[in-house]
């Protein structure tokens, strides 16, 4: 029988141990289990599904050594859209996590099951360490084919090209200092500053391709999507910003849908859920109801889903600080420009002297199934809408764009672009009657930073090699329209119109504004982005003749001569190189008012200039009836000054002036 004294004794000892238990070093077996359950925990805080069913889904990943989550792929749950962005969302809005392995050799690989339903859902991790060689990633890069030096040129050709292969080897190993090394070391041939988070967007969003849905190129799908996430990933690290996770769970996604269609190309629901995965919502709502007509109830209630009521709790509306009548007066666009993000290349505002029809096409399929019922006859009150709309007065229309893309044939180039439209005074309370009428047009309903957007399908074509592009509108105050071909650039505009001390875009510092007329009938800035200028050789004066004369000549080059086709190639590079860093230019203006119109171009290459003012001279001259002789009636106005020439000439009759401007807005026009 223990005495009170050896009671008290033995407690003491307990408590020691107890208390030794608790302070377990880092890296034990204790700790590395309670890992799985932090990481379910933080999981579970982050969900959001809005699509009511049962959930069994599997996912894996590895984690970086900050514990990010990288190299995501889908292993079970194809059959769940909603699910797997839910996920997808939540684990990268939940990260970084603690890492399970603190071994350089070594790297943990996540297993994350999800059951239950979506209200409730059921999280259990499993982590393991795999050994990583340190040399894996340099063995990786070497691979990579070298090509030929690099030049002081655009990313054209074999630079492009390993660009992208070695964004695909980041993407498997993202904490390889080699390997961003190797691509910083490319970029800085044409002034790209990889030590930017900005700089690591403007290379993922270089990297977008289609993915389309009948066309499908299943390797380069993928290999476009590992690279963009690859980048992407990298500009999150370097600035931890909000905004971009957005881009990024878009990217990852777009992955994701590729693994879906490689699963079973034949089955109608797995390739409507990975076209609702990359918003081309007309072809996954043909594809549900093949599906549906096979007996998937699934496929019945995911098409039900997609143009469903939302949840009124999901939607909150934006309050705007004082002043924001000045919308609608003079100078109504400026408190736009904080809006719209800082790195928005284009903007154009048109201020139209007539009644405006806002009302979306009806868009034309070649499929006999229409979607729901569009086609049913209008009822009374839809009548009475209808006879309004065209009655609708806009204060002005706004125009912004970024990210400019190249066509493929005979076709113009695309950008991520917005449009708002602001209405008087008198027509604002049609702005909600227009909403009414989307409303039943639309293929896709769902709230997106508290406010509703509807997107509204594009035209497809047979056998098209693009993707269906979607056009996203919404209401985010009364008489205010914002329509975008880009979600993620629509989620930055609401996200920002929310933030009332944002940034804007188009600074007051940039030299354009001294040489734009903002109280014109239309006006239009561009401003181009450093970062995004070497993957947009199509809009800017000197990269275009540039460009174009290296290669006319090095062409020739290789024609003339066979023998030697080495140093033929040497010969093409040092033209190339002899051209020295061609993005100079900063940017142009553009006004016109009844029947002249005024341009002027700033860069700080003289010759780029005097091109600039050849090029507009011929441009503003051409005689449609015999294009060698210049009009003799049409005058032309040059003015010189420090970094701009200015040209003053007639107005937008000329459909060459029209492609002409098209182009120097970025929109290559490809014939």
């Not at 998937?296 to 209630?301: D, F, L, M, V």
């Not at 009150?381 to 893309?405: D, M, N, Y």
Request: glycine letters at 4%; proline letters at 5%; a neutral charge.
């Amino acid at each position: 029988m223990p005495t009170q004294s050896n009671f008290r004794y033995i407690c003491v000892l307990l408590m020691t141990v107890l208390t030794l238990s608790a302070s377990i070093p880092k890296g034990s077996a204790t700790e590395a289990s309670s890992k799985p359950r932090q990481i379910a925990e933080t999981l579970y805080k982050n969900w959001h599904c809005p699509y009511k069913s049962e959930i069994d889904l599997e996912l894996t990943f590895k984690l970086t050594k900050d514990g990010e989550p990288f190299d995501i792929n889908l292993t079970k749950g194809f059959e769940n859209p909603y699910a797997i962005k839910a996920s997808l969302c939540a684990l990268l809005t939940a990260m970084p996590f603690c890492s399970a392995s603190a071994e350089p050799t070594e790297i943990t690989l996540a297993t994350c099951k999800i059951s239950g339903t979506s209200n409730n859902p059921d999280f259990k991790i499993s982590l393991r360490n795999i050994p990583a060689s340190p040399d894996e990633a340099l063995k990786a890069m070497q691979e990579v084919p070298p090509g030929k030096a690099y030049v002081q040129a655009m990313f054209i050709g074999f630079m492009d090209k390993r660009l992208q292969d070695l964004c695909d080897c980041l993407f498997d190993y993202p904490d390889s200092d080699a390997i961003k090394q190797e691509i910083t070391r490319l970029g800085s041939y044409i002034g790209l500053n990889c030590n930017t988070p900005h700089a690591w967007v403007c290379i993922g969003r270089s990297r977008r391709k289609d993915i389309c849905m009948r066309n499908y190129n299943s390797w380069e799908s993928e290999n476009a999507c590992r690279a963009m996430i690859a980048a992407l990933f990298q500009a999150w690290r370097l600035s931890k910003d909000k905004e971009l996770l957005s881009e990024l769970e878009e990217a990852c996604t777009r992955k994701l849908a590729v693994q879906i269609i490689d699963a079973d190309k034949t089955n109608p629901l797995f390739l409507a859920n990975a076209a609702l995965l990359t918003n081309q919502f007309q072809i996954a709502a043909l594809q549900y109801r093949r599906a549906a007509l096979r007996g998937s109830g699934e496929a019945r209630a995911l098409l039900e889903q997609m143009n469903s009521p939302l949840n009124l709790a999901d939607l909150r509306p934006i309050k705007l600080p004082a002043g924001i009548e000045a919308l609608r007066g003079q100078n109504g666009w400026e408190p736009i420009l904080h809006w719209l993000p800082t790195d928005i290349e284009l903007l154009a505002v048109t201020k139209p002297k007539r009644e405006t029809s806002l009302r979306q096409p009806k868009e034309e399929t070649e499929e006999e199934e229409g979607s729901g019922d569009t086609d049913a006859p209008l009822n009374e009150e839809e009548e009475s809408i209808l006879k309004q709309l065209p009655k609708v007065w806009c204060g002005f229309t706004l125009h912004a764009a970024r990210s400019f893309r190249r066509p493929a044939g005979n076709d113009v180039g695309s950008s991520d672009s917005a449009y708002i439209y602001v209405l008087n005074n008198e027509s604002t309370p049609l702005s909600e009657l227009h909403m009414k009428v989307w409303r039943r047009k639309c293929l896709r309903r769902e709230a997106i930073e508290g406010i509703e957007v509807l997107a509204i399908g594009g035209k497809t074509i047979p056998d098209s090699v693009y993707e269906e592009k979607a056009t996203y509108c919404c209401l985010p105050l009364p008489g205010i329209i914002v329509s975008t071909n880009d979600l993620h650039l629509l989620r930055q505009i609401i996200v920002r119109m929310r933030r009332s001390d944002a940034s804007r875009a188009f600074p007051e510092t940039i030299p354009e504004w001294k040489f734009v007329d903002t109280k014109s009938d239309v006006w239009a800035i561009r401003h181009y982005d450093r970062d995004y200028a070497p993957f947009d050789f199509h809009g800017m004066q000197d990269v275009v003749n540039g460009i174009r004369i290296a290669e006319w000549k090095g062409y020739h080059e290789q024609k003339e001569s066979t023998s030697d086709r080495n140093s033929v190639t040497s010969k093409y590079e040092r033209r190339m190189m002899d051209m020295g860093t061609v993005n100079e230019e900063i940017g142009m203006t553009f006004q016109a008012s009844h029947d002249s119109l005024t341009v002027t171009g700033l860069s700080k290459s003289h010759v780029t200039l005097e091109t600039l003012a050849k090029a507009l001279n011929y441009v503003l001259t051409y005689n449609q009836r015999d294009e060698r002789k210049p009009n003799q009636h049409v005058t032309i106005k040059i003015k010189r000054s420090e970094n701009a020439i200015t040209v003053e000439g007639p107005g937008l009759e000329n459909p060459m002036t029209r492609i002409w401007l098209l182009s120097a807005f970025g929109y290559l026009v490809s014939i």
